[in-house]
């Protein structure tokens, strides 16, 4: 039987225009929408088909072809302009569809002809019974040809139509904020994913050889997809109803970045396509180095980096090929092999461990030698080091939150991105001792005073001479209290303030008369110590709004008669520190204590009381403001960044302000005053300190505030204990016994604790 093709040739379209490739017809209608058809306005019918003489005439003036060549020459924005809206950008699948009926229709449209001809004959002609149904070798090679040639178009057209997209998953580039302590371990994350990211070069050449052993050891000589892979798993999803393996390094990838976890067939489809063409958009290190910053590894992490910081404590550059080699085991499910979660797990991960090793020696990436040093399974840390316990790494990383942003120069935005990493100044074993110290006193007071120990706050701080925050104790627990007692500025610094006083008398002098000049004064200068003595000017007493005689009180009501300065200080004697800020000037007073590293926010009024320690200072800053006494009248701002990183590179700081406060000579006095304030309360101590130890109490008028500072080896510690209802407002309440006495003060003994040999 022969085939015929229609007179006439290929069949046109109703109105006589040709078939034209893509399988649709040639459309002779204006295709302007809103713009009157050709048949409106000449009254006619609009001409179809060829024309008549079968040329192609010039168009004529007004005619729709001159019509159209001038809407394509017109000026933008002028009369005559059509502006055609951009239409919206389709999906890939859509694009893909769209393009294979395109094909197919040219296919059908060119060769429809001559396939008519050689049109297979079924059921067979002359045969008989079930041999009619039997397809002959040539209709079944047919078949299987025709079934090849479809599939090589379908697969060249999506490769083609397919996309890679321009921005990562937005979860996939969040990442969170490392915070490390001063010798460099691990100390705290934060934000919402644990993942940072690391270059390639950092991470050892075994380590990714054992990733590349466990996953994907073709990796480098792949088009990004494994068709052996591929077959298994389709096997696999045909046999238990699921997608399973068979995906290359680089399809995980994609996987990762760019597209959904959801286990379906058109997912995979387009997983193969965008890696066969992000095969050859990336280098192999590239991707490599995306899919290990991308990767979960169990515990919170993703990212090799955090990986190994969660289960090792070290960078990922510190890994050695066992650490390796286990972290790679993570990667087929960290919930079936982190070793800690139960018994199965810990054989599967050292089955896995074992295999990957004895793979990367049988593909020539470790030799015999190497893999016989690693036979004892490297065992992981309990828990992830970096796990916020909300206890105080919150409070320290609170507080190295502010200083970076600042020092850095980051804002809000790029910090919550993450990817950053924040080398504190925080040293781990001072921060542990002071929070004993702070806990052993917190519990005495809930057994002798429950009811007062309710609202006792404990805020304290060690800062080293050259402005570095050593610790702090910012409270009990930052999940119930977010507010930082060693940050407060809420209570008085009472007689605590007193060498700021002396400071400022010893570098200007003081004033006896109005228009007198000032006379420089001594330790030895002599100044009257009595109980209630009121405060005099050159007029005569202080008189407050009240029109009361202002006077300072002693501790225990204790005269000391005629006293010198450097013995008053020893003694905190009130009354004799009140005068001597008059007679200084409370401006010179207030400009000290600013030097020396006192907030302006926090410092009291110019009146007779600032120089009793009216001022608010938080515990850090007054730690600080002493170690100004220690470092020979220079200051040096608290700061509690070392550096800054984000992903291994480093972030320029600013470096801490550093400045002279007041002359050296001032400074060695203060220091020399203290040392004696702490040898005469506390003589067997400072017996065994060897005059390394300078330090002094402090206490208020209103029983508010009870408070310790000193420096011992180079560091300043202070602590003050005080009490607020949190719950009601930010009023220092009387602390009813809770500060201790004199002889037996609780803020001393939690500085001398913290202060213990560190182990």
């Known amino acids: 039987m022969q085939l015929r093709v229609p007179e006439g040739g290929i069949p046109t379209t109703r109105s006589g225009g040709p078939l034209i490739p893509g399988?649709?017809?040639?459309?002779?209608?204006?295709d302007t929408a809103g713009t009157p058809s050709d048949t409106e306005e000449t009254g006619?019918?609009?001409?179809?088909?060829?024309?008549?003489?079968?040329?192609?005439?010039?168009?004529?003036?007004?005619s729709r072809a001159s019509r159209r060549a001038d809407a394509r020459t017109a000026a933008p924005g002028r009369p005559g302009t059509r502006r055609r809206r951009k239409a919206p950008r389709t999906a890939p699948t859509a694009r893909l569809v769209a393009a294979v009926l395109a094909a197919t229709a040219v296919v059908v449209a060119v060769a429809g002809?001559?396939?008519?001809?050689?049109?297979?004959?079924?059921?067979?002609?002359?045969?008989?019974?079930?041999k009619r149904w039997v397809p002959s070798w040539r209709q079944t090679g047919g078949a299987v040809l025709g079934a090849f040639g479809l599939s090589v178009l379908t697969l060249t057209v999506a490769y083609a139509v397919t996309d890679i997209p321009d921005n990562l998953n937005s979860y996939a580039t969040q990442q969170d904020n490392v915070y490390f302590w001063a010798d460099g371990t691990p100390m705290a994350r934060a934000g919402w994913v644990q993942r940072q990211e690391a270059e390639l070069e950092d991470v050892p050449e075994d380590v990714r050889w054992a990733v590349l052993a466990a996953e994907n050891e073709s990796f480098y000589s792949d088009p990004g997809i494994s068709a052996k892979g591929l077959t298994r798993a389709v096997l696999r999803t045909v046999g238990q109803g699921s997608t399973q393996g068979g995906s290359t390094i680089t399809q995980q990838y994609v996987k990762n970045v760019y597209l959904s976890q959801e286990q379906t067939y058109s997912r995979k489809f387009t997983e193969a396509m965008m890696a066969l063409k992000l095969d050859n958009k990336m280098s192999k290190d590239e991707i490599l180095e995306g899919y290990l910053n991308t990767s979960w590894f169990g515990r919170g992490t993703y990212g090799i980096q955090r990986a190994a910081q969660a289960y090792y404590g070290k960078d990922v550059s510190g890994l050695n090929a066992s650490e390796g080699a286990f972290l790679a085991a993570l990667l087929k499910g960290a919930g079936l092999y982190d070793p800690t979660l139960g018994a199965a797990n810990r054989a599967r991960a050292e089955e896995?461990?074992?295999?990957?090793?004895?793979?990367?020696?049988?593909?020539?990436k470790l030799s015999a030698e190497e893999r016989a040093g690693y036979r004892t399974f490297p065992e992981p840390l309990e828990?992830?080091?970096?796990?916020?316990?909300?206890?105080?790494?919150?409070?320290?990383?609170?507080?190295?939150?502010?200083?970076?942003?600042?020092?850095?120069?980051?804002?809000?935005?790029d910090f919550d991105r993450g990817g950053y990493q924040i080398y504190t100044t925080f040293d781990k074993k001072r921060v542990d001792q002071l929070t004993r110290a702070v806990g052993a006193a917190r519990d005495k007071a809930r057994k002798t005073n429950p009811e007062a120990a309710k609202h006792v706050h404990y805020g304290a701080a060690s800062i080293a001479v050259d402005g570095r925050i050593l610790a702090i104790h910012g409270g009990p627990d930052h999940r119930k209290q977010g507010y930082n007692e060693s940050n407060a500025t809420t209570v008085r610094a009472g007689s605590a303030f007193q060498p700021f006083v002396y400071a400022a008398a010893l570098e200007h002098g003081v004033r006896k008369s109005r228009d007198g000049t000032p006379e420089p004064v001594t330790g030895e200068t002599v100044y009257v110590g009595d109980d209630k003595v009121p405060v005099t000017t050159p007029e005569g007493p202080y008189w407050d709004r009240s029109g009361r005689k202002v006077a300072a009180k002693n501790d225990a009501?204790?005269?000391?008669?005629?006293?010198?300065?450097?013995?008053?200080?020893?003694?905190?004697?009130?009354?004799?520190?009140m005068q001597l800020g008059m007679d200084t000037g409370l401006d010179k007073v207030r400009a000290t204590a600013q030097a020396s590293g006192l907030l302006p926010s926090s410092l009291g009024a110019q009146v007779p009381a600032l120089a009793a320690g009216s001022s608010t200072p938080s515990a850090i800053r007054m730690a600080s403001g002493y170690t100004t006494f220690a470092a020979q009248g220079r200051h040096t701002e608290p700061y509690a960044i070392l550096k800054v990183t984000r992903n291994g590179h480093v972030v320029a700081t600013d470096a801490p302000a550093t400045r002279r406060a007041?002359?050296?000579d001032t400074a060695a006095e203060v220091q020399s005053a203290l040392t004696d304030a702490f040898r005469t309360a506390y003589p067997e101590t400072a017996a065994k300190a060897g005059g390394e130890v300078a330090g002094k109490r402090g206490t208020t008028e209103d029983d508010t505030a009870a408070w310790y500072v000193g420096t011992e080896k180079k560091v300043s510690t202070a602590v003050v204990v005080?009490?607020?209802?949190?719950?009601?407002?930010?009023?220092p309440l009387p602390l009813e016994g809770l500060g201790g006495t004199i002889a037996d003060s609780v803020p001393y003994g939690i500085w001398s604790e913290a202060l213990r040999p560190l182990g």
């Open 352 to 364: 896995r461990w074992r295999w990957t090793l004895d793979r990367m020696v049988k593909i020539g």
């Open 23 to 30: 399988g649709g017809r040639r459309d002779t209608s204006e």
């Open 722 to 731: 005080y009490r607020i209802d949190l719950a009601k407002s930010l009023e």
């Open 662 to 664: 007041m002359d050296a």
């Open 557 to 577: 009501g204790r005269s000391y008669g005629r006293i010198s300065l450097h013995r008053a200080l020893a003694s905190s004697v009130n009354t004799t520190f």
């Open 44 to 62: 006619g019918a609009a001409p179809t088909g060829d024309s008549p003489t079968g040329d192609s005439p010039e168009a004529a003036p007004g």
């Open 113 to 130: 002809p001559r396939l008519r001809r050689v049109r297979p004959h079924y059921p067979r002609p002359g045969r008989t019974g079930w």
């Open 383 to 413: 828990s992830n080091p970096l796990y916020n316990t909300g206890e105080q790494s919150d409070y320290l990383v609170e507080l190295a939150t502010q200083y970076a942003k600042k020092s850095a120069h980051i804002s809000d935005k």
